[in-house]
């Protein structure tokens, strides 16, 4: 059910803390409900909240048709790369061939980016992590020339998105 159904503050406010698990201390001050219509999966509703007063600040995206636990993707090609991504925070993302899984945490948002931003993304998160042994650098230092053979054609991956909520796909 989505948030804009509910048109009384304390209404929204209960649906927030009860469905969604966010603590608002206050009623919102920013609620921005945006809408997509993305041919492959139907209207996709983007919900941006923003509160001064608690300092919460997310994002969650809703797919409304053709919703699917599981969406698997091959990139074979620099056309797959501009293929879009929408990921629900609760979603988790593997790439099988480099053993990576993302899992969703408190901080995770709902977004829709390309699959270049995505593995652009995991390549900016693997440099700036400075805390690493020496034996944990060379597996990043690997990864990264793996990603970065992926966005040049010289290697394909495979991107795994579960959601049990199925507001992710690949399209």
Known sequence: MRLSQYKNPKVRREFLENELGIKLPFIQKALIEDEKNIKEVGKVFILKLKCDACGINTQEVEIEGNKKP?????????????????????AIIKIPELK????????????????????????????????????????????????????????????????????????
Do not use: C, H, R
Request: glycine residues 4%; proline residues 1%; aromatic residues 4%.
């Open 70 to 90: 599981k969406v698997e993707f091959k990139v074979k090609n620099q056309n797959d790369l501009k293929k879009q991504i929408i990921k629900s925070s609760s």
């Open 100 to 171: 990576i899984s993302i899992k969703p945490t408190e901080n995770s948002v709902g977004d829709i980016t390309t699959v270049q931003e995505f593995i652009d993304n995991l390549i900016k998160y693997i440099q700036e992590t400075n805390e690493i042994s020496s034996n944990e650098y060379k597996k990043s230092e690997k990864l990264l020339d793996e990603l970065d053979a992926a966005k040049e054609n010289n290697g394909n991956i495979t991107l795994i998105i579960e959601d049990k909520e199925g507001n992710s796909a690949i399209v």
